[in-house]
């Protein structure tokens, strides 16, 4: 059996650490996106009127505003460079994109007649943010994963 020498296992440990400190952070991000979309059943679940279905797809729509934002910033504080500046690029036209998004799903989905206009944005609404959750997600992992190699 060769031995490692002691350098090199200590390496070893600290990217086995931080391998495993990575997928804890991606299972706490899938269970906090698990947990808005099941606390969203939920109360639509619940819900006896279209108003409080709005009330769950207004609840969900911040929750996942917040969750964008929180990786939006964990992404610029763990950037630098040229890649920091390329994201800042991305996510302003990302930004962009859901403005007019946003406007488009209130146009199309406000010619409803049905009373369900309001809480179908809502919910499209969110589930445009919980993509760009996901996505900000992807990206953080890589960024984590190269920082651990």
């Known amino acids: 059996m060769i031995n490692p020498k002691p350098e090199t296992l200590t390496e070893s440990r600290a990217a086995s650490k931080t391998v495993?400190?990575?997928?804890l952070l991606l299972a706490l991000s899938h269970a906090a996106a698990e947990d808005i979309a099941g606390d969203t059943r939920r109360c639509i679940k619940a819900a006896d009127s279209t108003v409080a279905i709005l009330a769950c797809e207004r609840q969900a729509r911040g929750?996942?505003?917040a969750a964008v934002s929180h990786h939006d910033q964990e992404l610029q504080r763990l950037l630098s460079g040229q890649l920091k500046r390329d994201y800042a690029t991305a996510q302003a036209a990302w930004e962009s994109f859901r403005t007019a998004e946003f406007a488009l799903i209130d146009q199309t989905l406000g010619t409803r007649r049905d009373g369900l206009a309001g809480p179908l944005a809502e919910g499209a609404k969110a589930?445009?943010?919980q993509t760009r959750t996901e996505q900000l997600a992807s990206h953080l992992r890589a960024v984590r994963d190269s920082k651990s190699e």
């Open 127 to 129: 589930q445009l943010l």
């Open 63 to 65: 929750r996942w505003e």
């Open 20 to 23: 495993w400190f990575g997928v």
